[in-house]
Every structure is written in C-alpha cells, then in structure tokens.
C-alpha cells in the first residue's frame, strides 16, 4: 500500500495539535478541538479547511470547449463566461458516475476541473485517454497546435494549494484581509485577489451550504495564507470530521459514499448535472435510457427522532431490508440523526415511514427532502 501524501499544510496542523489520518490518499486533519465545536463555527462565524488534498487539473487549447463537451455531463457553453464555475459529472459508457467535478472557465481557451480527493490518478488517465489527436496528456509544453484543435491537460495537484473558508462570516473576513481592492467574484464565479498580499485565485464555491470561498495559491504560498486567516479571531480551524457532516446535513453527495461508478446520476438525484440535450458525451446514451425508464432505486435524505444512522446500516420497510445508508451521522445543528440512503424508487416519496437497523436497535427513520439544515448563509446569498 502506497504511503499517504502530505498537503503542504501538514505541518501546520500538526503544530496546531490536529488529530491526523490518511484520507484520499493523504494525510489530513480530521478535527482539531472536535468536530461539533468546528461545525458551529462553520455555521455561526468561518470555518477553514485544508482541501488541497482535491486534485486540480487545467485543460487548454483551442480544443478545450469541444474535447470537455464530451467528456463531461453538464453544458459547458452555461459557462460561456469567463470566470463562471459548473457543478459536472464524468460518467462512463454504462452511465456510472467515474467522479464529479467542479469545472471553472478561468480564461480563454481555459478551464480548470477541481475532483475528488483519491481520484487525482485515475481521472488523470480518464481523461488523458480521452484527448484528441495530437494532444498533451501530461505536463504540457504550452504548445497546443491551433490547427488540429489539440489539448493541454495539465496536472496542478502537485504545485497548488486549497483552502476553503467557509461561514456566514467568511466574506466580512475576507474583506478585511484583502483590503479595498479585494473584488469577490458572484456564487459559482471564479476572479484573481490578494490576501495579504499573498496571490489567490478565489472560486466562491464550497462543500458545506454555507457562503464563502475556496482559495487557490501557489504551493509556496500554502503556510502563509492558512496563518494569515488564523490570525482573524472569527476564524476556526476545521478538520474533515466537521466537513463531512456539513455537507451531510446539506445532502451534497459524496464521490466513495452515494456515488460511484455503480450509481447513475438519475439514481443519484443528479440528473440536473447532466444535459442530455447537448448529448454527445461519454456515458450520454445510457443515462439517456436510465432516465426515460425511470431508476429503480433513489437516493434518500432520512431524519431519525432517535439513534445515529451509519454507512451501511440497513434500512427497513415494515421488517424487511429494502436499502442500505450510504452516510450517516448525528447533526449537531439539528440535534438528530440524519442520513442519505438508496432505497427502491416506490419507497422514496417525501413523508414515507421506514426503519433503520443499527446493530441490535431498530429506529424509525422519514423520508425528507434535503438539505437537512436549512436557512443557511448560502440559502440567503444573492450574489
């Protein structure tokens, strides 16, 4: 088994006394004071999260548009603007989902595709093997030939650092460590700053339903930003812990938990992610059939007056096992169980009354419609 990587924050949290684990293949923080403390923080004032374990790559040339058109599921022409972001999918010939991606238009002839942690490798080979003739598929030389719409693809994981900062308070702290000639970019945008001093790229997107930033800087400068928003009193450290149930509590699906290349995005309620009127991509047929037929199973959010759901804890209709969760946790902003599970399409109507099985208890568990916590800063961000 290959040894865990370190993102160029290792030593940072180490220092701040951060409970350490591989995750993704790196090792990362997975809470510092605990995980309930770092999730009201996250929702009361800013939390901030090490991220650089997600794996960046930048795709350029005069074929960028064509050759991301078919490979991943959303319309990239919805982001025709420079700076606009998209939540995508890459789905493979049978529909399964192979990752889900953020996809950012960061100049022209560019774009850059943000992944899931541990998927670095393999999406890189996805989608290398996907490049038209006479493309780069590795580090690129910054020579893509105009005549036969060729590609870079290039991987940055190796050279930039993420960090997202996250909070109702995020934007105000932000402000202030960037000063008057800080512009923040609108929801799903990407724009250029400095924090101070420090270049960034800010993508005003997150994992965990509240507004704010995830930050790109150089490698370099990695160690320097993490200190300079630890040096806001309003600013939390947050370990991987408290961004699981966040974005648990908000019903953001994850790439190893409810989705994966044994799920479809219709199965997974991500059909909106998907553009079967551009067709053409990789996977489009299938989904295409999946959705006209209709899934046979769903993906559920369940809340639980009592009991902590788990992955893998069975959930039952009148006795009988019908599904499995796929996350489950205590919601410390709810102060209840909450869950997102699979379960047979006839079952998934809002208000349905099922069981979920934990070792030798069995709790009642309702059908909702995520996301679990609601009126979040995100919810009330216009812009």
Excluded at 275 to 289: P, Y
Aim: aromatic letters at 6%; hydrophobic letters at 40%; one cysteine or more.
């Amino acid at each position: 088994m290959a040894e865990a990587a370190r993102t160029r924050l290792h030593a940072e949290h180490v220092a701040l006394g951060a409970r350490m684990a591989p995750f993704g293949g790196s090792w990362m923080p997975i809470w510092y004071a605990g995980i309930s403390e770092e999730v009201a923080a996250t929702r009361t004032s800013v939390g901030v999260f090490d991220v650089g374990h997600m794996p960046a790559f930048r795709v350029f040339g005069f074929g960028a548009f064509d050759y991301l058109q078919g490979v991943l599921t959303n319309d990239l022409g919805r982001i025709s603007e420079v700076g606009a972001a998209q939540y995508t999918l890459m789905c493979a010939e049978d529909g399964g989902i192979v990752d889900d991606v953020i996809a950012y238009h960061s100049g022209d002839l560019e774009y850059i595709l943000v992944a899931n942690a541990g998927n670095g490798r393999a999406d890189r080979e996805w989608l290398a093997a996907r490049l038209p003739e006479g493309s780069e598929p590795g580090g690129g030389n910054g020579e893509c030939r105009p005549e036969d719409g060729a590609v870079e693809l290039v991987d940055e994981s190796g050279r930039t650092a993420i960090v997202a900062v996250q909070g109702p308070l995020s934007l105000e702290v932000l402000r202030e460590l960037g000063g008057a000639d800080l512009s923040l970019p609108p929801r799903f945008h990407l724009g250029e700053g400095r924090l101070g001093g420090i270049p960034v790229l800010l993508a005003r997107t997150g994992y965990t339903g509240e507004d704010g930033v995830e930050a790109f800087c150089h490698e370099s400068h990695a160690s320097a930003l993490w200190r300079l928003l630890l040096s806001v009193p309003e600013v939390t450290p947050c370990g991987l812990g408290a961004r699981d149930v966040l974005r648990l509590e908000m019903g953001y699906p994850l790439h190893g938990a409810e989705i994966g290349r044994e799920v479809d995005p219709v199965t997974a309620g991500l059909g909106w992610a998907v553009s079967l009127e551009k067709g053409g991509f990789v996977g489009a047929e299938s989904v295409a059939r999946i959705a006209e037929e209709g899934p046979r199973r769903r993906l559920v959010g369940l809340r639980l007056a009592e009991g902590v759901p788990r992955a893998g804890y069975a959930v039952l209709h009148r006795g009988n096992e019908v599904g499995k969760v796929a996350s489950g946790t205590f919601s410390p902003t709810l102060g209840e169980g909450i869950a997102l599970a699979y379960v047979p399409a006839e079952l998934a109507g809002e208000g349905t009354g099922l069981q979920v099985r934990a070792r030798r208890r069995t709790f009642a568990a309702l059908v909702v419609r995520p996301p679990f916590v609601k009126g979040t800063s995100l919810a009330g961000s216009g812009s």
